[in-house]
């Protein structure tokens, strides 16, 4: 069979579908990471965090942006008018007990209500714990964007397309 238009490309949003080894992650939500030539599957992050290598034919592309969390007004401290959600793009701000963080960005992985603070994948590779109050959006020149090649879903439509055999 063959990979029906759109294609899916990196940074997309996509569905989890039709697995039947794992039917518990259908429905599941992620983005696009990167193809992997040796194994014939998309490299995945789900909203969870968790990294998944999944088949084109269980991938569907979804027009909607990732899940919005409860935190500003749940925390008191809105960084704007944008409010944080999962996948978003951010930099660390205004913190004092760890300066050398301050500038550094990574990508909001979820919120832990019961810690009142965003898990983040940082740009290194490390995770962090922040308070809403010391992380703000990264806007680039496109835009807000959830990640910094991704300004529309047009961007989501690429060739080539991956040909299944």
Do not use: Y
Request: net charge negative; glycine share 10%.
């Amino acid at each position: 069979s063959c990979v029906a238009e759109p294609s899916i490309a990196q940074s997309c949003r996509v569905r989890i579908a039709g697995l039947t080894a794992q039917p518990h992650l259908n429905g599941q939500l992620g983005i696009v990471r990167e193809w992997d030539d040796a194994e014939a599957r998309w490299r995945v992050r789900m909203d969870d965090g968790s990294g998944k290598m999944l088949r084109p034919t269980n991938l569907e592309l979804v027009d909607e942006l990732p899940t919005v969390a409860p935190t500003p007004s749940a925390v008191g401290n809105s960084s704007g008018p944008l409010s944080l959600s999962v996948g978003m793009r951010i930099e660390v701000t205004g913190l004092e007990a760890r300066p050398e963080l301050n500038g550094q960005r990574g990508e909001l992985v979820e919120w832990v209500e019961s810690e009142e603070r965003w898990r983040v994948r940082m740009d290194d590779g490390s995770g962090k714990f922040l308070k809403q109050s010391s992380i703000k959006a990264v806007i680039s020149e496109k835009g807000f964007g959830i990640l910094p090649t991704r300004a529309t879903s047009d961007s989501c439509v690429a060739e080539p397309s991956i040909a299944q055999s």
